[in-house]
């Protein structure tokens, strides 16, 4: 890995760790498992089993410290996520898709876009990283 690469990946750790503060023990349970398991299906009975939580509370408590639902906070981790990739790899659009769990390049460029208002391929584009499109 180049030394550029990792300063990226270090950097895009240390964002997915400060969104983890200040938050209760279980909430950052959750956190973590999401953020250790992006690229795969999440299930809210897998959160309940991790934090002991009943289903309607974890949900309430979650929107109440992190100010999103855990389906919101999963897709915002996507994208941050893609970003960085899309940023620091050249890795195409369809490979990133399928790395972080989207059901299909398109739903996942038609997420990426609502949430950054740009499509992934603009974004690589506009983000002046150093891997271009080809």
């Known amino acids: 890995m180049k030394v550029v ?3 990226i990946d270090s950097y895009c750790n240390s964002i997915n760790n ?3 503060q200040n938050h209760s023990r279980n909430i950052v349970k959750a956190q973590r498992y999401i953020l250790s398991n992006i690229d795969t299906e999440i299930r809210l009975d897998d959160l309940v089993e991790i934090t002991g939580l009943d289903k309607s509370y974890l949900c309430r408590l979650f929107k109440r ?3 999103m639902t855990i389906n919101e906070y999963i897709t915002n981790q996507r994208i ?3 970003k960085c990739m899309l940023e620091s790899t050249s890795k195409s659009i369809t490979e990133i898709a399928n790395l972080l769990g989207f059901s299909s390049q398109s ?3 038609s997420v990426f876009k609502k949430s950054t ?3 992934p391929a603009k974004y ?3 983000s002046g990283g150093f891997y271009q499109m080809d």
């Open 107 to 109: 739903y996942f460029c």
């Open 65 to 67: 410290e992190c100010h």
């Open 124 to 126: 690589r584009m506009n």
């Open 5 to 7: 690469e990792k300063m």
């Open 117 to 119: 208002g740009v499509s």
């Open 18 to 20: 400060v969104t983890i």
């Open 80 to 82: 941050n996520e893609a």
